[in-house]
């Protein structure tokens, strides 16, 4: 004996409707967003850069009196505070100028795509002017930047992402300046803070 069963209807269960929307930090901090409707979720996260090293105290300027080696930029990150595992997005800091040597570019990580040196930009180095030709110091390294897509399913609304926006690299001290007139220093600057960009659709 067959049973034929009635037909039931299977409704499914449907979802708020998506605003699309954007975020953007880039004031060194650590921030927090509660996670909006979305069906996909783009996440931009950029280093900083590395600060220039300083300018040198003479023309000799790779010897003893050549100017300090700049800071190292901070790394930008976005995780999400329920499980890290599930979504951890970092641009690692570009190192600041060295003796003779540009900074190394920092990298990317937890991104579809990771891109070193694609983050903020480093430092200028300082420079010692006046004669000729002009001696000058060594550049911060740009920021390493990741970039991602995450789909709705495994991070779902109302999850929490928690935003790190690291500060740019110092630049480094100048060396003492013991060469006759016409010789001055500039100075080196710093390397560019860090960016997160945020968006949903």
Excluded: C, K
Excluded at 143 to 172: C, D, E, H, K, S
């Amino acid at each position: 004996m067959s049973i034929i069963l009635p037909f039931r209807r299977i409704i499914p269960v449907s979802r708020p409707p998506v605003t699309p929307g954007s975020a953007s930090y880039t004031t060194p901090g650590t921030y927090s967003l509660v996670i909006p409707e979305f069906n996909s979720l783009g996440l931009d996260v950029r280093g900083a850069g590395g600060g220039g090293q300083g300018a040198p105290g003479w023309v000799g300027f790779n010897g003893a009196n050549s100017g300090g080696v700049g800071g190292n930029g901070g790394y930008s990150q976005v995780y999400l505070q329920q499980d890290s595992g599930l979504l951890n997005v970092v641009g690692y800091g570009g190192q600041g100028g060295q003796v003779g040597a540009t900074g190394t570019y920092g990298t990317g990580q937890g991104g579809d795509q990771n891109i070193t040196g694609g983050g903020s930009p480093g430092g200028s180095g300082g420079y010692l002017a006046g004669g000729d030709p002009t001696i000058y110091s060594s550049n911060g390294g740009y920021g390493g930047r990741a970039t991602r897509n995450q789909p709705y399913g495994l991070v779902l609304p109302g999850m929490t992402l928690i935003i790190i926006v690291g500060a740019g690299g110092p630049p480094g001290a100048n060396g003492t300046l013991n060469t006759p007139f016409p010789f001055y220093q500039v100075s080196a600057n710093y390397g560019g803070a860090g960016a997160v960009y945020l968006s949903w659709s």
